[in-house]
């Protein structure tokens, strides 16, 4: 028997063409085995649009409970529960049917990457790492694509047709996408692990290493906040992003985006120093409207865990970069005598005590050295 749509309210409010529209999509939803359940919530949360790409991305429905899962994939509960966490997916009770397929799969590999060698707290640490980033990806991907197929004078039934066709033909397009980017991460990566040759006779990498940090941060952003919109906004931080991405080559890495700065580091002071001055020089060939920005560098020790750096290396390059000028690049004596004044000139920037940081330290501001220098 139809579901009366009407009485249960998933009409409440609309008129004309959008009621029509309404109407044609949840009668096509109710014909492909959607719960009524589902449509009410869908549409409680402006969502029922985007139900048929939710049942491409998912597949078939939700038939194995968490016990289920581990029985058919041979691991622990626990360890899937750990692992679901990281990966940020949503808890489920014990007699919940909220698994797939693709999920049962997905544990198997689990056992798989213990068979070739990883321990647990690694998958783990890989898993969250994964989780960030697929995460920004994912929220960038359904932006990117609303700006794409979301068209004026759309209607829900319109709507949904065009985003399933597309999700159909690009969906299979992004996992050999994602696959060559992460190839093309861990070749760069092979290719920059200096300290492997001196960890053969310990036999693990040590738990900190001495790098060169830095950070640029876009000069008065909150401020300009205040005076163009969130798009235009959003818009600068990823123009930082991507002049940084434009200048930087191997060994420098591109650690991380913290709304409105980069973090770079480098074992090679000299190429990070190349890198900053690069950036700065960029930053300032950009239009008017692009802020300033203010680079800070400092050498020290750090430990590496998840791709994120942490350490005294890193607290001092933040707050140097607090203490330099807009257009400028400052660094620490450290810095300073590591990449030697041949070919830069420095300028003493004071001796200044630094929040968090014990020492006082010896700044300096650094350019490249000119033909008539």
């Known amino acids: 028997m139809a579901t009366d749509f009407e009485a249960d309210g998933l009409l409440e409010g609309l008129e004309g063409q959008a009621r029509e529209a309404r109407l044609v999509l949840l009668q096509q939803l109710e014909s492909e085995g959607v719960p009524t359940e589902e449509l009410r919530a869908a549409s409680a949360e402006g969502r029922l649009a985007l139900v048929p790409v939710e049942r491409i991305l998912v597949g078939d429905s939700p038939h194995y409970t968490a016990a289920e899962v581990a029985e058919r994939s041979g691991m622990e509960p626990e360890f899937l529960d750990r692992y679901w966490r990281a990966i940020g997916m949503t808890s489920a009770g014990p007699d919940d049917a909220a698994f797939v397929d693709d999920d049962v799969e997905a544990a198997r590999r689990l056992d798989e ?162 890198a900053a001055l690069d950036l700065l020089d960029a930053a300032d060939g950009q239009d008017d409207e692009f802020p300033q920005i203010a680079v800070g560098i400092a050498r020290g020790p750090a430990i590496s865990r998840g791709g994120d750096l942490f350490g005294h290396s890193v607290n001092l390059a933040s707050r140097v970069t607090d203490t330099a000028r807009p257009g400028s690049v400052l660094v620490t004596e450290e810095i300073k005598d590591a990449a030697g004044e041949e070919d830069y000139r420095y300028s003493f920037a004071g001796e200044r005590k630094l929040k968090g940081v014990k020492d006082q330290q010896k700044l300096f501001r650094v350019r490249r050295v000119q033909g008539d220098d």
């Open 113 to 274: 990457l213990r068979d070739a060698g990883l321990g647990d707290d690694e998958i783990i640490e890989m898993a969250r790492v994964m989780s960030s980033g697929m995460s920004t990806l994912a929220v960038t991907i359904a932006r990117v694509f609303a700006d794409t197929y979301l068209q004026e004078g759309d209607d829900e039934a319109s709507l949904s047709v065009r985003f399933a066709e597309a999700a159909q033909k690009l969906l299979p397009l992004l996992g050999p996408a994602l696959e060559h980017a992460l190839m093309v991460q861990n070749r760069s990566n092979l290719r920059q692990a200096s300290a492997i040759g001196t960890s053969l006779a310990e036999g693990r990498l040590p738990d900190q290493q001495e790098v060169s940090v830095a950070f640029a941060d876009l000069v008065d952003f909150t401020k300009l906040g205040e005076s163009v919109d969130p798009g235009r906004l959003g818009a600068v931080a990823a123009q930082l992003e991507e002049l940084t991405r434009d200048v930087i080559r191997r060994p420098v890495r591109l650690v991380k985006t913290i709304g409105d700065e980069v973090m770079l580091e480098s074992a090679d002071t000299v190429a990070l120093l190349e």
